[in-house]
């Protein structure tokens, strides 16, 4: 008993010399501090989220889960509701999907693929370049370009081809949601293209030579071959881009005309929840006012995370089914 017990100090000094080479050494003071880091992410998060739910608490007591589908959004009376500007959101950054992943898709395929070494590195430059613009800029260059062409041009010939639909019918203002998602396709692309084409690089070269050994084409080695193979990146990409057209503000603000109301035409004007908020906000008085705008701020985050969310769930799925083919 006596020999275990005067073991166990020296036990313990051989930890605590063990502990004390590794802080010299640099490894324990490194993982310390970049778990510190870390958790800093989750603090800040933490409040967030903590900030605009006690923040909309008076809107959230008054209206409940009624705010989400109410269409009134009076300052005056007190009435508030989220319904058009989360539908404003949604159609503004749907549309901007949909112009935008296609060309940025090509155009990654188009810089990582087929273009030269020099042609390649000039565009990603322009390319990023155009990434670092603020928004602002591109609602001002909308205001003087895209409207006027939406009022003479685009919104009449939309209208005389597809205006037997609900989506393009109505006055053409020049403003409204198809505008606004044309802007924000302009202002996502950058995000699409750099980290698809970084993707498709990634991709290793013995794919591309083994496709081109049996027989491929370069369009068939890049389309069966290398496309699929980056496609987590991609669809990463595209998240990553939806999530961003979600939360723009100013441009959109400046060419979506800021109707309050629900239109079905796509030519129509509306509103977005960042946009109202940027507009309102300085000028809202009273209790409920301002916590009506801070639960919209709450409504958009929950909205980016369950997107966020899905992105994930639906790479984890695209890898399962990878993984089960291999």
């Known amino acids: 008993m006596a020999s275990a017990a005067a073991a166990q100090p020296e036990y313990n000094d051989t930890r605590v010399t063990a502990l004390f080479r590794r802080l010299r050494n640099g490894d324990e003071v490194a993982w310390l501090i970049t ?17 605009l739910w006690f923040g909309s608490a008076a809107s959230r007591d008054k209206f409940g889960l009624g705010f989400l589908t109410s269409k009134l959004w009076n300052p005056v009376t007190e009435e508030f509701g989220a319904y058009p500007f989360l539908y404003g959101t949604v159609v503004t950054s749907g549309l901007a999907l949909l112009i935008s992943v296609p060309i940025g898709v090509g155009a990654a ?10 042609l390649s590195d000039a565009l990603t430059f322009l390319v990023e370049l155009l990434a670092s ?13 895209i409207v006027p062409m939406m009022r003479q041009y685009i919104g009449p010939g939309l209208k005389s081809v597809l205006g037997f639909t609900p989506l393009f019918q109505g006055p053409v203002y020049g403003v409204g949601y198809l505008t606004a998602g044309i802007v924000l396709s302009i202002m996502i ?10 993707a498709l690089l990634a991709v290793p070269r013995e794919q591309r030579e083994a496709a081109l050994a049996l027989g491929a084409t370069k369009w068939e080695s890049t389309w069966q071959i290398v496309v699929p193979f980056a496609r987590l990146g991609i669809i990463g990409s595209i998240f990553l881009a939806f999530s ?11 060419v979506i005309g800021n109707d309050m109301a629900v239109h079905k035409s796509l030519l129509a004007p509306g509103n977005t929840i960042a946009a109202l908020i940027a507009s309102e906000f300085n000028e809202a008085i009273g209790a409920v006012h ?20 899905l992105a994930r769930l639906l790479i984890l799925i695209t890898t399962s089914k990878g993984s089960a083919k291999a």
Not at 35 to 51: C, D, G, M, R
């Open 133 to 145: 613009v603020p928004s602002v800029i591109y609602g001002l260059l909308a205001i003087f370009t």
């Open 189 to 198: 692309l950058p995000y699409i293209i750099s980290v698809s084409r970084e």
């Open 35 to 51: 778990l510190l880091f870390a958790i800093s992410v989750i603090v800040i998060t933490s409040l967030l989220v903590a900030e």
């Open 109 to 118: 395929v188009f810089l990582s693929e087929l273009a030269g070494g020099k």
């Open 244 to 254: 961003r057209a979600l939360g723009e503000t100013m441009a959109v603000t400046m």
């Open 290 to 309: 301002p916590a009506a705008l801070i639960e919209l701020g709450l409504v958009l985050f929950v909205l980016t995370l369950l997107i966020n969310g």
